[in-house]
């Protein structure tokens, strides 16, 4: 079991669909990451969120949209995805971004697009 | 050159031998590295951080650092076939938290 909660844990959609994935922790960390794990390869950073404020973005298709509502909810909003958008995809947190504070991961939500 | 490299395996190695993994980074400014586990189908799972040159001990596992020659280790003594999983190196270079990981190792650990 982990802190950091990810909902839903399975998720298939269409190209034309609109879906959200949710993450949740209540350590009262500060910092919040979306990362994508293609089969076999190590994650890769996506967005960041410090202090609920949008941080980091690796050049992320549009079709992928994050939301921090507040300390301890982070979205990633889908549309329009693409079949090699199918991945885990998987939310961490850190006490803030300071460089020697762990990341812990969630779960993770497995997508596949059809 | 890869900034984070890591021998891909399989590294086989029998119950309650010792399994050494090993990672080498290029950026030395590097200056958290971390280890996760992760099994098959699930998400990374921390397992050691280590900051400053030398061993940390935690149970079964030891990281090792050489910020000198730019090397960070995992061993894990009494192997068990629960510890079959990908070990990812992860290191934190520059500002901020950003994490490079390596390719994985797979370590298999057989009865």
């Known amino acids: 079991d982990t802190e950091v909660t990810q909902t839903p844990k399975h998720l298939v959609m269409g190209m034309t669909n609109k879906k959200s994935l949710k993450c949740e922790q209540h350590?009262?960390?500060?910092?919040m990451y979306w990362y994508k794990q293609k089969a076999k390869k190590p994650p890769e950073l996506m967005f960041v969120?410090?202090?609920?404020?949008?941080?980091i973005n690796e050049s992320v298709p549009s079709r992928f949209s994050p939301e921090c509502p507040n300390s301890s909810l982070l979205n990633l909003h889908l549309h329009a995805l693409q079949p090699e958008d199918s991945a885990l995809y998987l939310c961490a947190s850190s006490q803030d971004m300071d460089s020697y504070q762990p990341q812990h991961f969630g779960d993770g939500t497995r997508l596949s697009i059809l | 050159q890869k900034e984070v490299e890591q021998n891909s395996g399989p590294l086989s190695v029998p119950e309650g031998a010792i399994a050494s993994l090993n990672c080498t980074y290029s950026d030395r400014v590097s200056q958290s590295f971390f280890w996760y586990r992760q099994y098959s189908g699930k998400s990374p799972e921390l397992i050691m951080s280590?900051?400053?040159?030398g061993d940390k001990e935690d149970g079964r596992f030891t990281a090792q650092l050489n910020k000198a020659s730019q090397y960070v280790s995992l061993l894990i003594r009494d192997s068990q076939p629960s510890d079959s999983a990908t070990y990812l190196c992860a290191l934190v270079t520059g500002g901020g938290n950003k994490l490079t990981f390596g390719t994985g190792t797979q370590l298999k650990v057989e009865l």
């Open positions: 280590i900051y400053s040159n």
């Open positions: 350590m009262g960390h500060r910092a």
């Open positions: 969120y410090s202090y609920e404020k949008l941080s």
